[in-house]
């Protein structure tokens, strides 16, 4: 038995094949799959809003794009969509050069569907997780930018140097008192969300703050 996919997540199926596609999207909504179909990369290009969730279901042999140009054009218009190839005639140096792109799987038709739904769930599950961190970040650089200046160079200074994080050492290198440093902390903690240093260099890592406009220089 297949659970249903969670959320309002999509699949995306495109196949030049009228039977081919037809046939799928009709398997696939019988399981609970919400599913819109393109004859042609061109054609989803037009439809698409990467905001909406989902994954791909795309056919690597089609006249015009071609699935690894898709997969290529979306990737440098910072798409991250989840992609399962489905071909008939594609070798192995197409479907190796799709999976090294990041492609979810690489399926030969004829396929079973439960493998297909199986894929579907996975890809929907890593673009849950992907759509989930990217949340995080931006909450991260939102909460980032209400750090006063001051804030903001200490927290640079602590992600920067992870292993000189006391009170003693920031004061000593901002030539100002520990004291003044343990009230600042206390307020970029407030301010991040968090209750740790550990978990503000963790936050730096996927929210990027160390290339946030350094500010130390007019910092108060």
């Keep these: 038995m297949t659970l249903p996919p969670e959320g309002n997540s999509t699949v995306f199926l495109i196949d030049d094949d009228d ?28 439809a698409y809003d990467k905001g909406r969730p989902g994954c791909l279901v795309l056919d690597y042999g089609m006249p015009g794009l071609n699935g690894l140009d898709l997969q290529k054009h979306l990737a440098e218009n910072s798409s991250a ?3 399962i190839f489905i ?4 070798g192995v140096p197409e479907s190796v050069q799709a999976m090294k792109a990041g492609a979810v799987d690489f399926l ?49 200074f602590m992600i920067a140097s992870p292993s000189n994080t006391s009170s003693k050492e920031i004061g000593r290198h901002l030539n100002i008192s520990p004291r003044t440093v343990d009230h600042h902390r ?25 290339q946030t406009n350094r500010v130390g220089e007019n910092a108060g």
Excluded at 33 to 38: I, M
Excluded at 189 to 201: G, N, P, Q, T
Aim: proline share 2%; net charge positive; glycine share 2%.
């Design 108 to 156: 030969e038709k004829p396929f079973r569907q439960t493998t297909l739904v199986a894929c579907i769930n996975a890809a929907f599950a890593a673009d849950r997780a992907a759509r989930s961190a990217e949340e995080g970040a931006r909450t991260a650089r939102n909460n980032f930018e209400r750090l006063t200046a001051r804030e903001k160079e200490i927290a640079q």
């Design 186 to 210: 206390a307020r970029i903690l407030e301010k991040m969300a968090i209750h740790s240093v550990a978990e503000l260099i963790d936050l730096s890592i996927s929210a990027a703050l160390l």
């Design 87 to 90: 071909s008939g005639h594609a």
């Design 19 to 46: 039977r081919i596609r037809t046939s799928l999207a009709r398997a696939l909504r019988k399981r609970d799959f919400a599913v819109q179909s393109f004859a042609s990369a061109e054609d989803f290009l037009e």
């Design 81 to 83: 969509i989840p992609i």
